[in-house]
């Protein structure tokens, strides 16, 4: 029996199922660092705040919101630019990060979650054990010195 390779044989089933779903978008989100803490805004534009999910786990960043699209009784729809359906972002946490103090908050489509830097990771002075102090010398002594 010879099998004949064809692969774009079952192309045709794949390309043009009926159940294919896109996938879930990404958002735009702007990082960035402040003394005490790691702050992400994501744009989430004509989302029900009801839908955002914003969740931790094993050092993932998770947040999930649904936009759904309007239903109008009666229009018909000339053009449907605006995407509905679910929007997912995933970040990967640093050590750095106390996960159990992260805050969210929504307003005017951006949502802002504030990650509290840890504070074995924030800058510290070491103190330097067995290192003598230097003596303080007074000023009249080292007036009279001179």
Do not use: C, H
């Amino acid at each position: 029996m010879t099998i004949t390779y064809a692969p774009t044989r079952g192309s045709r089933r794949v390309a043009f199922t009926p159940e294919f779903r896109p996938a879930p978008r990404l958002a735009a989100l702007d990082l960035y660092r402040t003394d005490d803490s790691v702050v992400l805004s994501v744009d989430l534009p004509g989302v029900d705040a009801g839908s955002i999910d914003v969740g931790v786990d094993g050092g993932v960043l998770t947040v999930r919101a649904q936009r759904t699209a309007p239903t109008i009784e009666g229009a018909t729809w000339l053009s449907r630019e605006r995407q509905s359906g679910a929007i997912v972002r995933k970040l990967r946490l640093g050590q750095s990060i106390d996960t159990d103090a992260i805050a969210a908050d929504y307003a005017d489509g951006v949502l802002t979650v504030t990650l509290p830097v840890a504070e074995r990771a924030k800058p510290r002075k070491v103190a330097v054990a067995g290192a003598a102090a230097a003596p303080e010398v007074a000023s009249a002594e080292v007036a009279s010195a001179e």
